[in-house]
Every structure is written in C-alpha cells, then in structure tokens.
C-alpha cells in the first residue's frame, strides 16, 4: 500500500514559523491532490490546506488564510506556517487522493495517510 511519511515538526513560540514537508512512496503521488489535515486534542480533525496535482487549486481553512502556504513539486509537498499561534497546537497529517489528475481540490478524497508530525505552538 502506498504509504504517506510527514516531517518537519517541533515546538516553537507564538509568532514563529515552521515548514512540514510529505513524502510518498506511492508511484502516482504527484498526479493527485494532497492535503493537510490537524487534530488537536478534543478536537475534530480539520482539513487545514490543500492543493491538485498541478499546484493549480488550492484550498485554505478560513483559520490559516494569509498565514499558511501550500507548495509542491514533483516529490514533496509542503506546508509553510506563518505567524504560528498556540490554537495552532495539533498533530499534522498529510493525505492523498484517491483519484489522479483532478482539476478541483475540493473534491478529493483522501484515501493514503501518513503518521503525523506534532506542531506545538507555546505562548
């Protein structure tokens, strides 16, 4: 099975920033959109960015707009974190679509998960 590895988490301060980065051992992974998901605890898991497989979608989740940036290339993709804040505190997983080639990252569905990496934000 194709397995999704993320990287690049630590503990930083209020105001920092900080780059994931998500590798796959799957073949086909820069065909199709990934995104990036976070569960803090007692909390739901939340759909934080997004991007297709030619980086020409994008999505945001309204509570990183401006502060967050989703790039890729033809190995990675990543996630650069801006202007860190401590509700930003959760474990970061990426995911892949199931589907190649699609033109809207919203309709992905994200089948191929990687482990996580933990961001913690203190104040």
């Known amino acids: 099975q194709v397995q999704l590895v993320e990287s690049g988490g630590g503990l930083v301060q209020a105001g920092d920033s900080l780059s994931l980065s998500c590798t796959s051992s799957?073949?086909?992974?820069?065909?199709?959109?990934v995104g990036w998901f976070r569960q803090a605890p007692g909390k739901e898991r939340e759909l934080v960015a997004a991007?297709?497989?030619?980086?020409?979608s994008t999505y945001y989740a309204e509570s990183v707009k401006g502060r967050f940036i989703i790039t890729r290339d033809s190995a990675t993709v990543n996630l650069h974190m801006n202007t860190l804040k401590s509700e930003d505190t959760a474990l970061y997983s990426c995911?892949?679509?199931?589907?190649?080639?699609?033109?809207?990252?919203?309709?992905?569905?994200?089948?191929?998960w990687g482990q996580g990496t933990q961001v913690t934000v203190s104040d």
């Open positions: 995911a892949a679509d199931k589907r190649p080639f699609r033109a809207v990252v919203e309709d992905a569905e994200y089948v191929y």
């Open positions: 799957g073949r086909t992974f820069s065909s199709t959109a």
């Open positions: 991007i297709n497989w030619s980086g020409g």
